[in-house]
Nanobody, 124 residues
C-alpha cells in the first residue's frame, strides 16, 4: 500500500506560479515512478507529467511543456510539480499517482495508487 498526500494548491492569477508537492509513504519511494494528472470540471482526467524512479527521465503533456516542471526528492519521499505562467485552462484538481510497471507512464491505467487531489484555480 502507498499513501499519497498532495499539497500546494490554491488560487492564483493568470501568469502566476504554484508549486505542488506530493508526499508518499508506505513503500520505498524510489521503487516506483510517479505521475501528475488533472481533472477540470466536466472533463476527463488527463495526464500532466511523469517522472521515473531515479528522476532521470521525465515526460510532460504538450499543453504544459515550457511552463511546468516535474521533479522528485527521493530522500524526502516527495514529488513536485512546479507550475509557471499559469493559464485559466490549468484550473483543475491535480492528482499524483504511482506506478511500477514502466519507466515512464502517461496513461492513467498504469497507475496503482492515487492521492485525493489538490485544487488549483487560475483566475483571470
Amino acid at each position: 500500500q502507498v499513501q499519497l498526500v498532495e499539497s500546494g494548491g490554491g488560487l492564483v492569477q493568470v501568469g502566476g506560479s504554484l508549486s505542488l508537492s506530493c508526499a508518499a509513504s508506505g513503500r520505498t519511494f524510489s521503487s516506483y515512478a510517479m505521475g501528475w494528472f488533472r481533472q477540470a470540471p466536466g472533463k476527463e482526467r488527463e495526464f500532466v507529467a511523469a517522472i521515473s524512479r531515479s528522476g532521470g527521465s521525465t515526460s510532460l503533456a504538450d499543453s504544459v511543456k515550457g511552463r511546468f516542471t516535474i521533479s522528485r526528492g527521493n530522500a524526502k519521499n516527495t514529488v513536485y510539480l512546479q507550475m509557471n505562467s499559469l493559464k485559466p485552462e490549468d484550473t483543475a484538481v491535480y492528482y499524483c499517482a504511482t506506478q511500477s510497471r514502466l519507466i515512464i507512464a502517461t496513461i492513467e491505467g498504469y497507475y496503482d495508487y492515487w492521492g485525493q487531489g489538490t485544487q488549483v484555480t487560475v483566475s483571470s
